[in-house]
């Protein structure tokens, strides 16, 4: 079975500064999708970035880059330019291509906070 | 178009009793998926439902079922409810549940068992 792990609970970072969230997988399968989604005091779980594991070009969505290390099962996600309203839970997700490809196995989260 | 919506938002029951919730995809969406929120498990996805049928089930006992109606709007039912069944509880639609789409989250349903 997949796990996905992160290992920072909290982070918090000035804003307009940039911070890196880091996520780490296990897996067994070489092709799957991996997601970024943020989760703001609404609880409603936005969809920030994704990543297609047989893409070797790391995704970027404005301010959101991730840098996808296949190998090492690694896929962080960096905010360039931290805004107040970037404040939120951020889960990463794993996704199969095989059966059960609608299921997202999420890690723990981390919480974001910006500082002003 | 509307987003995913659930209800209700919130919801109290007593130990022992059973719930409903109620999910309705986006326009279009046949595919529904359930997942549990809990602060000491995380997300821990329940069952998946794509055109009125079980697709896929996660690791949770058989209090926890669901059904999907021909209008693509699904419910999910909770029996016998625990203390440990509080939770957030929520859906996301895609659009045919192949591979590329994106799932969209509705705003959860929070449960509270007393």
């Known amino acids: 079975a997949q796990t996905v792990t992160q290992s920072q609970p909290e982070m918090s970072v000035q804003e307009a500064e940039t911070v890196t969230l880091s996520c780490t997988y296990d897996?067994?399968?070489?092709?799957?999708?991996l997601f970024w989604y943020k989760q703001p005091p609404s609880r409603q779980m936005i969809l920030v970035i994704r990543q297609e594991a047989y893409k070797q070009q790391n995704a970027t969505e404005n301010r959101f880059s991730v840098n996808f290390q296949k190998a090492a099962k690694s896929f962080s996600l960096k905010i360039s330019d931290s805004q107040l309203g970037d404040a939120a839970m951020y889960f990463c997700a794993y996704r199969s291509l095989g059966q059960g490809a609608q299921k997202l196995v999420f890690g723990q989260g981390t919480r974001l906070t910006i500082n002003p | 178009k509307a987003g995913v919506t659930q209800t209700p938002r919130y919801l109290i029951k007593t130990r022992g009793q059973q719930v409903t919730l109620s999910c309705s995809p986006i326009s279009g969406h046949r595919s529904v998926s359930w997942y549990q929120q809990t602060p000491g498990q995380g997300l821990q996805f329940l069952f998946e439902y794509f055109s009125e049928t079980q697709r896929n089930k996660g690791n949770f006992p058989g209090r926890f079922s669901g059904r999907q109606f021909s209008n693509s709007r699904s419910e999910m039912n909770v029996s016998t409810l625990e203390l440990g069944d509080s939770a957030l509880y929520l859906c996301?639609?895609?659009?045919?549940?192949?591979?590329?789409?994106?799932?969209?989250f509705g705003q959860g349903t929070r449960l509270t068992v007393v």
């Open positions: 996301a639609s895609s659009e045919t549940g192949a591979l590329n789409t994106e799932a969209f």
């Open positions: 897996t067994s399968e070489s092709d799957y999708y």
